[in-house]
């Protein structure tokens, strides 16, 4: 691995420290594990998937019908893109 180092504010650092303690895991493997995660996203394109399927399958229905079935078309759009 490379060595890294970069500065941050008291709040990011803090926000840091609480990660690694909730998660158990140590800092900097919690730097690395954002980081793979921003560049998934980034390469996605999409802030969130299900968020782009809500987009989609609310193209054409109305907001009634989606509340009450919203699950029914995300599974299908789900289905869909595989």
């Keep these: 691995m490379k060595r890294k180092q970069f500065h941050l504010s008291p709040v990011e650092e803090l926000l840091l420290q609480n990660l690694s303690k909730d998660t158990g895991q140590s800092e900097a493997e919690v730097v690395r594990e954002a980081i ?3 560049g ?3 390469r996605r394109g999409s802030p969130n998937p299900l968020i782009e399927m809500a987009n989609q399958a609310t193209a ?3 907001e009634k019908d989606l509340s009450a079935h919203h699950d029914k078309y995300l599974l299908e759009i789900f289905q869909s893109e595989e």
């Design 40 to 42: 998934a996203k980034k």
């Design 60 to 62: 054409d229905m109305d």
């Design 36 to 38: 793979k995660h921003y």
